[in-house]
């Protein structure tokens, strides 16, 4: 009777302490990603890419707000957000406070879901079903936000196209609405990238292939996105349970090849996920996923 019992008690205890675990002590263990990116013309200096996706900052989380603002001190060349920035009514001014020294470098972003609604309680199998009913939160402020982050000159690439030059390398970017919410336009900013541009860059939140398709058609060399949490609960040898979108688990999170080198895309294109630095307030949980930003560093080609 006692090794019988004993079993389901092991098995309540470890239960138990990997839910303390994924979401007291992972869930804050905030972590920055590196990759290297071969994307600019052959003898370019490298040029490197922070991008921060899926904050979902509430005003009340100190430790991460301060964790981004110190990636100041990377340093890098440009700073990208790909949206889901908020999670309450009152998260803009902590989230501008986290971004504010980011916002002294040229940077671009889009907004997503999650800055348009505020999260609301929700069934965790629904993310198991390919299609399911949306229930919307209440309108978050997102005007404050995207507008705090164009005073900085940072440019909004909701829908829009644009142009950056950073010490000396021309980027030419586009990006669209979240694909989540029906809301992306590629009809916007459509069209051949810019072909005298150094390198071509893609955003849209949601990873969904016929975006990312429509793209590489077009001629990106690189396409950042994030949405996916990385699975935010990942088995071990197995990997994220779900995506939450149209993309499969191999490309749930960080840098892979999208597409191979085509008379479109003569380069190939290269695709980066981001697995997000938070939650939603109402599944305040990770494993096997630790929050993260990342820092692409674009490096050469090699000639031919």
Same mark, same amino acid.
């Given at each position: 009777? /006692? ?60 430790? *991460? ?60 199998? *629904? ?5 399911? *009913? ?17 005073? /900085? ?28 919410? *029906? ?15 150094? !390198? /071509?860059?893609?955003? @849209? ?36 349970? @779900? ?55 674009? !490096? ?5």
């Amino acid at each position: 009777m /006692r090794a019988t019992t004993a079993v389901p008690a092991a098995l309540l205890a470890t239960g138990a302490a990997t839910v303390a675990y994924a979401g007291l002590v992972e869930r804050t263990h905030w972590t920055l990603r590196r990759f290297d990116v071969p994307v600019l013309p052959p003898g370019s200096r490298p040029l490197r890419v922070l991008q921060l996706s899926d904050l979902h900052m509430t005003a009340g989380q100190h430790s *991460k707000q301060a964790w981004v603002a110190g990636l100041a001190a990377l340093h890098p060349d440009v700073v990208i957000t790909t949206g889901d920035n908020l999670a309450g009514m009152d998260a803009v001014p902590a989230a501008l406070r986290a971004l504010e020294p980011l916002m002294e470098l040229p940077g671009a972003f889009v907004l997503a879901s999650n800055d348009y609604f505020a999260p609301r309680p929700k069934n965790p199998l *629904k993310y198991f079903k390919t299609e399911h *009913k949306r229930v919307h939160g209440d309108e978050l402020p997102w005007r404050e936000l995207r507008d705090g982050m164009t005073a /900085r000159g940072w440019l909004d690439l909701t829908n829009h196209t644009g142009t950056l030059t950073v010490r000396g390398v021309r980027i030419a970017l586009a990006g669209v609405d979240d694909p989540h919410l *029906k809301l992306d336009r590629y009809d916007d900013v459509a069209g051949p990238a810019d072909p005298t541009a150094d !390198v /071509r860059i893609g955003l @849209v939140h949601s990873p969904e292939p016929r975006v990312l398709d429509r793209f590489t058609a077009d001629g990106y060399d690189l396409l950042l996105c994030g949405h996916t949490h990385g699975g935010q609960l990942r088995v071990p040898f197995y990997g994220a349970l @779900v995506t939450n979108c149209g993309i499969d688990r191999e490309h749930v999170r960080w840098l892979h090849r999208w597409a191979e080198p085509s008379a479109a895309a003569p380069n190939g294109t290269w695709l980066h996920v981001s697995a997000g630095l938070g939650t939603s307030p109402y599944a305040p949980v990770r494993f096997a996923c630790p929050p993260e930003a990342t820092l692409l560093t674009l !490096v050469a080609r090699t000639a031919g």
